[in-house]
């Protein structure tokens, strides 16, 4: 689209689009090719889409000032995509403003805005990221139908390959802005060439193989009957019953809104409970957070999902990771610059690391030092929430198989929150699967993965993409298929 | 501290004048015995004296050299204007930090009371108060950090809410830290930026509105020499074409231009852009 970031610029190259060299066009001519015939669907449909304005205000736009038509003509052409693209209401939801539809409505809305020029070319950059994997298939499924339809050009920028594998025609891969390799679609997943897409493939195949059954070790956290509520009215939570034992894993799944980030905050004494109780190491753990004594609290540790917002960009490594020793265990001096060593040297990061500031360091190194915090702390449980959605695939995998080594290092036990079931498959003893503050279905992993399933849990487990081309296609033939019986 | 050093080498050239003009002023302040070649009640020659080599900057409507009054009054206004400034902030930070950290009950106590504060206007508060206490010196310190207080307590109040709601927060009250330590070390770092960049458009305030008191007759008391103050016992002198109350209100233009300039590049560099 030649466009650039402040900061950033093309510096040498050409962009040939349909014959018109873009590179270093003018602005009036890439201010007529740009949503006219090249669209842009971001990643973050939340962020993107203007809050005071109506959907449809924002889809006539460009149309308008193109002037391929007028707004009454652009209404009628919104009607008719919402309706493909499978919105409920196509008539009035564009007469909604942003915030009153859900996420995944939302990036569909974005999409029909690209689709509103009618494009020869629409960029779409990882639309589906944001979203949990039931949503995420209504948006790729309607993409795919649209492109189709409208036989529109796409480019797919992502780094989840099997989604890729369920649009694409041709993958490029992508390193450190080198190409690595480029091929036909399914001769890429077929056959993959280089080290690095092999790589990237492999990532969905990785097991903890060896792990002991822990079914009988000691109960660390007992919930019982816990119901919470924000507003005092309407329950979030309801009755839920939950046991965690040493040294185990239990994944809590489910999608956005279903209570997981609810119950955290009610075992970490953010939301106080309405009815229940909790157990933490046998003794019952104070509803609110004021009232517990410092032993819980520094036996119970969290890590966020955001290792951006949840580091204080203004303190050092040295002092992230030091205030809990200092804190709880009251080290100070040599002693607790040699403990936080060890602990950069357990969370495989180089000592010198230590006197570096949040954000000088990666993503995923972020990551690792909020698990150095937790750990520091040493503590018997960590609720881990939804700690590898804003990691890359790679990055992700090395956090998940660290949190492992630890735990079979340490004996901690986890609360992993999460919708990613490829994490769950790969990290988890137990599952529980909630639904709308309940919980629907829980166990040992291999019995909620193994048929039969209750009715969600298998809408959740068929929703992860698969390494498969036509893997999307016959999901949405069977399940029209299952609708129609 | 040390990054501190490191952005002002790294400062652009308006930011570094702006710091040359501070100094100037602080330099002419601390030294002002050492430089001024009469003292600064001392009657040295004939009223509104020109510009001559005895008298650097001429002479004032009592006859006082003018040069060595600006130099004393330097000294006065800033040391004055800094104090209230800093108490304003003390103030101010504590509380909107308090508010916002709590929340609850005690924002809304703290903020009803600043907001009836705030509903006076501040000279006429200001008036009202000295005319009753008298004009000292701690008496217009503490009338005058006070009032500023309410404006530091709403941005600091913003600026700690917006902070207050991110998660290394949320780590730190479920570590069991106390409030102090939440407002000290992960609070006030990353609110440094917009209070340092407010404590210096305040600065300029404070000192504009001495000199406004001054001028009213409620500030810095004569003979003392303040920069307000000398404005207006001079003031009746333009009407006979002789500049001098033009000295004194350039001081104080001169270091407001200054102290801005340095404001511009800390805003600047608050905002975290990058040029």
Request: aromatic share 8%.
């Amino acid at each position: 689209m030649a466009y650039t970031r402040p900061g950033c610029r093309i510096a040498s190259g050409s962009i040939l689009f349909d014959g018109q060299e873009l590179f270093d066009g003018s602005a009036s001519l890439l201010r007529s090719i740009r949503g006219a015939r090249i669209a842009y669907v971001a990643q973050s449909a939340a962020a993107s889409f203007n809050p005071a304005h109506r959907l449809i205000n924002q889809f006539a736009e460009g149309p308008v000032q193109h002037n391929l038509m007028n707004f009454s003509s652009a209404e009628e052409k919104a009607v008719t995509i919402y309706d493909q693209l499978l919105l409920p209401d196509p008539e009035n939801i564009g007469y909604r403003f942003p915030h009153q539809v859900s996420g995944g409505q939302l990036q569909r809305a974005m999409v029909a805005m690209a689709m509103s020029c009618q494009p020869d070319i629409i960029v779409f950059d990882e639309p589906t990221t944001a979203l949990d994997v039931t949503t995420q298939i209504e948006v790729l499924a309607a993409i795919k139908d649209i492109t189709r339809k409208y036989n529109t050009a796409a480019i797919y920028i992502t780094h989840d390959l099997a989604v890729v594998a369920q649009l694409a025609d041709r993958i490029m891969v992508l390193r450190d802005g080198l190409l690595v390799e480029e091929n036909d679609a399914r001769e890429i997943l077929a056959a993959p060439q280089e080290e690095y897409t092999k790589e990237l493939l492999s990532v969905r195949t990785f097991s903890t193989k060896g792990n002991k059954d822990k079914s009988g070790n000691k109960v660390v956290l007992d919930i019982k009957d816990v119901s919470a509520s924000y507003t005092g009215t309407e329950d979030v939570l309801s009755d839920i019953n939950l046991q965690i034992r040493k040294g185990q894993t239990v994944a809590l799944v489910g999608e956005s809104g279903s209570g997981k980030s609810t119950l955290a905050r009610v075992i970490t004494g953010l939301l106080p409970q309405s009815k229940g109780s909790i157990l933490f190491k046998d003794r019952p753990l104070a509803p609110k957070l004021k009232p517990r004594n410092r032993e819980d609290l520094q036996r119970l540790q969290m890590i966020y999902q955001m290792p951006d917002t949840a580091l204080n960009p203004r303190h050092t490594i040295r002092k992230i990771i030091g205030r809990p020793l200092q804190f709880y265990l009251k080290m100070n001096g040599r002693q607790r610059e040699k403990r936080i060593l060890e602990l950069l040297d357990q969370i495989e990061l180089p000592a010198d690391y230590i006197d570096r500031y949040p954000a000088e360091l990666s993503g995923g190194e972020k990551q690792r030092v909020c698990i150095a915090r937790a750990l520091a702390a040493e503590p018997d449980l960590i609720i881990c929430d939804e700690v590898t959605s804003a990691l890359d695939q790679l990055v992700a995998e090395g956090i998940l198989k660290l949190l492992l080594n630890l735990q079979r290092e340490l004996q901690v036990s986890y609360l992993f929150i999460t919708h990613d079931l490829t994490t769950v498959k790969a990290i988890a003893d137990e599952i529980v699967v909630m639904l709308n503050g309940r919980i629907i279905e829980q166990g040992p992993k291999k019995e909620i993965l193994k048929p039969p399933h209750h009715e969600y849990t298998d809408l959740l487990l068929s929703s992860v993409p698969k390494m498969d081309p036509d893997w999307l296609d016959r999901l949405l033939e069977k399940r029209v298929l299952a609708a129609a019986a | 501290m040390i990054t501190l050093l490191s952005h002002l080498r790294t400062a652009p050239w308006s930011a570094k004048i702006g710091m040359g003009m501070v100094l100037l002023t602080l330099i002419a302040a601390v030294f002002a015995p050492l430089i001024a070649p009469f003292g600064e009640t001392e009657i040295a020659g004939d009223v509104w004296l020109f510009s001559s080599s005895t008298h650097f900057l001429g002479t004032d409507s009592l006859g006082r050299d003018m040069f060595s009054r600006l130099l004393y009054g330097a000294r006065n206004t800033i040391a004055i204007a800094f104090l209230i400034t800093f108490l304003s902030f003390v103030v101010g930070v504590t509380l909107g930090f308090v508010a916002a950290t709590i929340g609850g009950w005690a924002d809304q106590l703290l903020s009803r009371m600043i907001d009836i504060l705030m509903a006076f206007p501040t000279l006429i508060f200001a008036l009202m108060v000295l005319s009753v206490v008298g004009t000292s010196i701690p008496a217009l310190i503490i009338v005058i950090a006070l009032l500023d207080s309410t404006r530091v307590f709403r941005l600091s109040r913003a600026v700690a809410m917006d902070i207050e709601v991110m998660e290394y927060v949320e780590a730190a009250r479920l570590r069991g830290e106390k409030l102090w330590w939440i407002m000290r070390h992960e609070i006030l770092p990353n609110a440094m930026p917009p209070l340092v960049a407010e404590f210096g458009l305040r600065f300029c305030f404070v000192f504009l509105f001495i000199a406004a008191l001054s001028f009213l007759g409620l500030g810095i008391q004569p003979p003392a020499a303040d920069w307000g103050g000398m404005v207006r016992e001079n003031a009746g002198a333009i009407t006979f074409g002789i500049f001098t109350p033009l000295w004194p209100a350039a001081a104080i233009a001169f270091l407001t231009v200054g102290v801005n300039l340095i404001v511009d590049w800390a805003l600047h560099v608050a905002s975290g852009l990058k040029d």
